[in-house]
């Protein structure tokens, strides 16, 4: 079932909810610059299991409402906060993948895991998407630029470059432009503000700060955040566990899709 959350007294999330009444909550960020519709492959099975799936489209995203402003993890962090209150959610495993792992990180520390009993990370953008003079790991700052300037001069160019990067499994024609078409749904101006989000944001301390049990998921062949983050973000996070996927780049969740179904209920069971 889908539906609206009011954030702010303009701006609404849209928000799909499987299997409303079940024991177990999984809470599903995307990532950039997609929507809830990622996770098509975790929707179709874990329901199934007994789960309630609950997805949020980002600000700007999806079939959110697409406002100019509001485009830093504080205030996206802010909106997840929202949801949570407006359902009524408690012991929930919050799930992040990618910007949304970035979302979830800063969810956690802000808002000191408020309904949260577990939080599970996917290719998050945590601590650093880009290096930094004190930080050698992550994606050039260069690389990032060009993407904002690709949002601004030709956005289709630039998502199917992007959607050519974001798969390590060969993927078929006609799931290309499935997932291309998800990348238009977004507005250009919050596909370029997120974009230049990554470039001040930081996540160390914000990582220092969890303290619920926390799965890090991660393809060894991601080649949008680097491999690298997920072993960083195991060592700053007490009580974490990462699993490397050997043949997933950042979609592990459709790379390896049964193998990653497995292990969050796996996580979540224990």
């Known amino acids: 079932m889908g539906y609206y959350v009011k954030v702010e007294p303009d701006v609404k999330i849209y928000v799909e909810d499987l299997n409303e009444g079940a024991d177990k909550t999984i809470l599903f960020i995307h990532g950039w610059p997609g929507s809830h519709k990622l996770f098509e492959y975790q929707f179709d099975v874990l329901p199934k299991m007994g789960y309630r799936c609950i997805g949020i489209d980002t600000r700007g995203f999806g079939e959110s409402d697409k406002p100019y402003r509001g485009y830093n993890f504080d205030t996206l962090s802010d909106d997840v906060k929202c949801v949570i209150d407006t359902l009524k959610l ?3 495993t919050l799930a992040g993948h990618s910007n949304g792992g970035g979302i979830a990180v800063r969810y956690m520390a802000r808002h000191k895991g408020y309904g949260v009993s577990k939080l599970a990370l996917f290719g998050a953008v945590a601590p650093s998407l880009i290096k930094r003079p004190d ?11 060009q993407l904002i300037e690709g949002t601004y001069i030709d956005r289709p160019k630039m998502l199917q470059g992007f959607g050519d990067m974001f798969f390590y499994q ?3 024609e006609a799931f290309s432009q499935w997932f291309f078409q998800l990348g238009l749904q977004a507005a250009g101006w919050s596909t370029a503000a997120i974009a230049k989000a990554w470039i001040n944001e930081v996540f160390f301390s914000d990582l220092e700060e969890i303290d619920v049990p ?17 072993q960083i973000q ?10 490397p996927f050997k043949y997933s780049g950042h979609a592990a969740f459709y790379d390896q ?3 990653f179904n ?9």
């Not at 930080?135 to 630029?145: A, I, N, Q």
């Not at 926390?214 to 997920?230: A, N, R, S």
């Not at 195991?234 to 699993?243: F, P, Q, R, T, V």
């Not at 497995?262 to 224990?270: D, G, N, R, V």
């Open 90 to 92: 408690k012991d929930i």
């Open 135 to 145: 930080f050698p790991y992550g994606l050039d700052k260069e690389t990032v630029l």
């Open 170 to 172: 060969h993927i078929t």
């Open 214 to 230: 926390t799965l890090i998921i991660h393809g060894i062949h991601d080649k949008i955040v680097p491999f690298e983050l997920g």
């Open 234 to 243: 195991e060592k700053m996070i007490k009580n974490s566990k990462l699993i």
């Open 257 to 259: 899709r049964e193998e």
């Open 262 to 270: 497995k292990e969050l209920m796996k996580f979540i069971e224990e």
